[in-house]
């Protein structure tokens, strides 16, 4: 079965991103592809303005973080962005944050502290409690205040973002997702799958000769208890192969395969390409899923749609009129 849409992964690195967790969003990089265009230290790095937003600086060290967290993103994912694409982005996303921060701030939107303090705790924990905490303050040169009032900013992009995103999509009805269904009823479809063992022998000038040694091959199968292929030894001339044919690719093979039951062994195929036996491993008939089997998916799929045109559409609301500097000229080559 295949599937209509593929919007859980670009929210996953849309939404995710902008609502990284507490730790994630005051770690520094490591020295990766953002780092590395540098040799400023993270205290410097923080002074080098790259771009602003209605006033407010993004500085070289939230660029490069930022970048090598969207690397690191790529790497477990189907994104093939170069590492300048990647830079790219990763400022159009702290330009996002940024005024995403804005707006929470103009709505009056608070954190408790209580939630601060939890997210605190799990920070200095993943750093190995206080001493690797500690640690971590002098290398980057910041103090806890700073780390506190990063922790607490992440929280509130959380915060607006789940209640411009996520609390704006309607709820995905069961009519909804049975009318996506008939008009895609070719998505839920699972092929059918002919899965074979087969001895294929080269055809040719040597397509008699082939033929010849597959009938011999063929009686040594059959004279065998349990007819394993496995049980033979190539001497060169011919090679056993585990693979699924086709109606489309493979119409001789796969019409011979049809006629067989699961477990069977078919005679000498001639075809093109030389000589072939199989055995018929596994046959898994064409299956049309019901709504009832795909509902469940499908309105999680059809909901993160939802989501990512709610958040293409929060995102052009904050830039309509938004003053955006761009500092760092290498970054946008456009």
């Not at 049809?258 to 390409?273: C, P, Q, Y």
């Not at 046959?283 to 993160?304: C, H, N, R, T, W």
Request: aromatic share 4%.
């Amino acid at each position: 079965m295949r599937t209509i849409f593929k919007p859980l992964l670009i929210l996953a690195v849309a939404v995710t991103v902008l609502w990284l967790t507490a730790a994630g969003c005051v770690r520094q990089p490591s020295g990766g592809a953002g780092q590395s265009s540098t040799a400023a230290s993270p205290a410097e790095q923080r002074k080098m303005v790259v771009a602003r937003v209605n006033g407010a600086d993004i500085t070289l060290n939230s660029l490069n973080s930022m970048t090598d967290r969207l690397l690191s993103i790529n790497e477990k994912t189907s994104i093939k962005d170069t590492p300048e694409e990647t830079r790219t982005k990763a400022l159009d996303q702290l330009i996002f944050r940024e005024l995403a921060y804005q707006e929470a701030v103009r709505e009056g939107l608070k954190v408790e502290d209580e939630r601060v303090d939890r997210e605190m705790e799990r920070f200095i924990t993943s750093l190995g409690h206080t001493e690797g905490y500690n640690d971590y303050l002098e290398k980057q040169g910041i103090t806890p205040l700073e780390v506190r009032a990063e922790v607490e900013r992440a929280l509130l992009l959380q915060m607006i973002a789940v209640r411009e995103v996520m609390q704006k999509v309607t709820p995905v009805t069961d009519e909804d997702a049975r009318k996506e269904y008939e008009l895609n009823q070719s998505a839920f479809l699972s092929p059918e799958k002919v899965m074979v063992s087969d001895i294929a022998l080269p055809g040719g000038p040597d397509q008699e000769k082939s033929m010849r040694k597959a009938e011999e091959l063929l009686a040594r199968i059959r004279s065998q208890k349990d007819k394993d292929f496995s049980a033979l030894v190539s001497d060169g001339t011919f090679t056993i192969r585990n693979r699924q044919v086709t109606k489309e690719k493979d119409p001789e093979l796969y019409e011979a395969a049809r006629k067989l039951k699961e477990g069977d062994i078919s005679g000498v195929i001639k075809t093109g390409d030389g000589a072939h036996i199989l055995h018929l491993d596994q046959y898994i008939p064409e299956k049309q899923a019901s709504f009832d089997e795909v509902k469940g998916p499908l309105k999680e799929q059809m909901k993160g749609r939802m989501q990512i045109e709610r958040f293409q559409e929060w995102e052009a609301e904050l830039n309509k009129n938004a003053k955006i500097e761009i500092l760092d000229k290498p970054v946008r080559k456009s």
